[in-house]
């Protein structure tokens, strides 16, 4: 059965932090790695991964990829409010996605 | 403009009832997907159609139905069976296949918040 963990469930920081937040899986046919931001609603889309060692970059967001320990990092540099969220980390295998079940990001003034 | 909705935002439901939850998108995506989730817990899928008039089921099938008569549309019926409907419903689609041997990103409608009274 395919398994994605997510690391820390949850997190409090103040905004100018950083936090790195983890994303272990175990899965057939691994394809790529997504990461979501979801605020309130649907998830938005943030990077994909399919390569090891390549770093994806989005303004403060950064994400790699370690497909032969089997996790993902996403990093957020000098923390913003708008930043609290929770983050979803899902896998795809085959046609599908296997979801993590998320980390909460609370950044506070 | 392109997009995923989903209908209603909110939605109430008696037990014993069935209910129809609306997905549809006009980004002319082959694969569609249900998904539901819990308080603090990420996305678990239900129920998912990479062409028309066919449909697999995920990994908490039971309870719930759904059709592919149109490209562009696919509901979920929540049936009086599943004994804890109340959760966030969350519709997607994606492309399938493709030159990428990568998985292409799957987008989200808004959800319906379902809650049994």
């Known amino acids: 059965e395919d398994k994605v963990v997510q690391s820390p469930l949850s997190l409090v920081v103040h905004e100018g932090d950083t936090v790195t937040l983890n994303c272990s899986y175990e899965?057939?046919?691994?394809?790529?790695l997504l990461w979501y931001k979801q605020e309130k609603k649907a998830p938005t889309f943030l990077f994909m991964l399919?390569?090891?060692?390549i770093e994806k970059k989005s303004g403060r967001l950064s994400s790699i990829l370690d497909k032969k320990e089997l996790f993902s990092i996403l990093n957020i540099t000098a923390t913003q409010t708008g930043d609290s969220a929770v983050y979803l980390c899902a896998v795809g295998s085959g046609n599908m996605l296997t979801f993590g079940g998320g980390t909460r990001l609370m950044v506070k003034p | 403009d392109g997009g995923i909705t989903q209908s209603p935002k909110y939605l109430f439901r008696k037990e014993g009832q069935n209910v129809t939850l609306s997905c549809e998108q006009n980004l002319n995506h082959d694969a569609m997907y249900w998904y539901r989730q819990d308080p603090g817990q990420g996305l678990r899928l239900i129920y998912y159609s990479q062409i028309v008039n066919d449909f697999q089921k995920g990994d908490i099938a039971e309870g719930y139905s759904v059709s592919r008569e149109k490209k562009e549309s696919f509901p979920l019926t929540v049936t009086s069976a599943q004994k804890n409907p109340t959760a966030f419903y969350l519709c997607?689609?994606?492309?399938?296949?493709?030159?990428?041997?990568?998985?292409?990103?799957?987008?989200f409608g808004p959800g319906t918040r379902l809650t049994v009274l």
């Open positions: 899965v057939t046919n691994f394809r790529s």
């Open positions: 399919t390569s090891s060692g």
């Open positions: 997607a689609s994606t492309i399938t296949g493709g030159t990428s041997s990568s998985y292409n990103e799957q987008f």
